[in-house]
């Protein structure tokens, strides 16, 4: 049979003792309830910067669907004035400059006829 004395050196031999082991065990207690309590605090957190995420998410496409909406509706403004102030074709341009050349020529004989007469 083993004493009291022989039994404690080889319990030392085996390892760490009981009031090192039970420090350390109550350090490791104390150090995952503040864990706990940190990592409840971080999700937390993390859950409220995901909801504030998607609210400017919203927002951001909300606008952008406006300003869709509002340029649409701009070039189609642009469209229809330039629709309704019919521009002049290369044709209609020639048409003109030949009816002006033709009231030039008339003017010219009116005033050659009015010296004349005068």
């Known amino acids: 049979m083993q004493g009291v004395s022989e039994q404690r050196r080889q319990d030392e031999g085996r390892g760490v003792p009981d009031s090192v082991r039970t420090a350390i065990e109550r ?3 104390a150090t995952a309830e503040g864990a706990a309590e940190t990592r409840d605090r971080a999700g937390e957190v993390l ?27 701009a070039a189609a403004k642009v469209i229809e004035a330039i629709e309704g102030m019919r521009l002049a ?16 020529r008339r003017v010219d004989e009116l005033e050659n006829k009015a010296k004349v007469e005068g």
Do not use: N
């Open 47 to 73: 859950d409220e910067v995901a909801r504030r995420g998607r609210g400017a998410r919203e927002a951001v496409a909300g606008r952008a669907q406006e300003a869709r909406e509002s340029s649409a509706g």
């Open 27 to 29: 350090t490791f207690a």
């Open 89 to 104: 074709s290369h044709e209609d341009l020639k048409a003109l400059s030949e009816q002006v050349e033709e009231l030039s």
